[in-house]
């Protein structure tokens, strides 16, 4: 899932000070679990907002909603109304969602809420990691299920670094070593040959790296008139 | 300081929090009349949003009154309670508001003394940092 954290509420507070109509849009996916930008989240900012501006004597207007997913164009459309007739569009939830009714109405201003960070898991309540970085070549299979291009603060990819301590990584006492949880793993399912398996140098064009990335499946795409007859339902 | 009387809505669990107000007016102590008491069934259960949405709705210091922590009818509802107090507050300075204005306390039911202080204590606050849509104390 996409991690991401509110905005301090004053940053938020100075986007939108100009406006008067704000429309803010939650997500109900990877930002409601994470406890950024779902429901509750999205009336808490809105209704903080509201007392800042019972304090300045300022008057504006809120609307809020949460939509299934804000990355998908056909959740989006649904609440497309409340975006048109809104002078700003505050959107909690991811930079995906963020972007999807910007790229969708680009005459609208969109602003985020979240600062979105990183794709993770929830370890416990209230607490989220980062587990993949999306190289885009996953090699888990060889580390015994930990990745060790996101958990490993250098991304090393042949056991650890010099700075590895007790189990514990030099950046950050607080963070596992990676390549010792590697070791761990591999000992505890009998594999530990693979540790010695020497890794190539990684290509790194499969990720960000070797710039903006789109996938497409042939079979799924909608030829042309696939699309107008689509588009005529809805 | 202003003549105007302070809204003070206090969210009061209906444990030990209530019982400690109803004990607090059976032994004649009294409390300011601006404080509204909203009874809730555990500390627990006030949410953020119900402290920011009193005072979007004209309160000028919120209080939420639960059980002791290590004697919680509910066994850590008082806890929860301050957390979301806690969070409330780091909102509240977030955006130039005055964090005081919002308090966490713990009661024991056999604690007379305890919500009439809460009380007064909050309307202090209040009458100091003066109405909030007055544009309060600049800190």
Redesign the interface.
């Known amino acids: 899932m996409i991690v991401a954290k509110r905005k ?3 940053e938020i ?1 100075e986007m939108v000070a100009p406006y008067k109509n704000i429309t803010v849009i939650g997500c109900r996916s990877c930002v409601a679990i994470c406890l950024a930008g779902g429901e ?1 989240e999205v ?2 900012a809105a ?6 501006n ?4 300022r008057d504006q207007q809120f609307e809020t909603l949460v939509v299934e997913r804000q990355c998908e164009k056909e959740w989006v459309k649904e609440v497309e109304d409340k975006i048109l007739g809104a002078d700003v569009v505050l959107s909690m939830a991811c930079s995906l969602g963020a972007q999807t009714i910007a790229d969708m109405y680009p005459e609208k201003t969109v602003f985020p809420g979240l600062n979105t960070g990183f794709l993770g898991v929830p370890e416990e309540q209230g607490v989220w990691s980062e587990k993949c970085v999306g190289c885009g070549d996953c090699i888990i299979h060889l580390t015994g299920g930990i990745c060790p291009v996101a958990r490993c603060a250098k991304s090393m990819m042949n056991g650890p670094c010099g700075g590895s301590s007790n189990g514990h990584c030099e950046v950050n006492l607080d963070i596992e070593c990676a390549w010792y949880a590697i070791h761990e793993r591999l000992k505890l399912q009998k594999r530990l040959d693979l540790i010695e398996k020497v890794m190539p140098p990684k290509d790194w064009s499969t990720g960000h790296y070797g710039g903006r990335r789109t996938y497409v499946r042939e079979d799924a795409r909608l030829k042309q008139h696939q699309k107008k007859g689509k588009e005529a339902v809805q | 300081m202003t003549d105007r009387r302070p809204k003070v809505v206090g969210f009061c669990c209906e444990r030990h929090g209530m019982d400690a107000a109803v004990l607090a007016a059976r032994s004649g102590r009294q409390y300011d009349a601006s404080v509204r008491v909203i009874q809730v069934p555990c500390s627990g259960r006030v ?3 119900h402290i ?2 009193a ?2 709705d004209g309160a000028d210091a919120v209080f939420v009154i639960g059980c002791l922590e290590k004697n919680c009818y509910y066994d850590t509802g008082s806890i929860e309670g301050r957390k979301r107090v806690e969070y409330v507050k780091g ?2 300075a ?4 005055e964090k005081e204005r919002v308090e966490m306390f713990n009661a024991a039911s056999t604690n007379a003394w305890a919500f009439p202080e809460a009380a007064s204590k909050m309307v202090e606050v209040a009458k100091r940092l003066g109405p ?2 007055m ?2 104390d600049t800190r």
């Open positions: 301090p509420m004053n507070a509750k009336k808490m209704s903080a907002l509201k007392v800042k019972r304090k300045e004597h | 949410d953020g949003l920011l949405k005072f979007e909102m509240l977030e955006l130039g508001i909030l849509d544009g309060g």
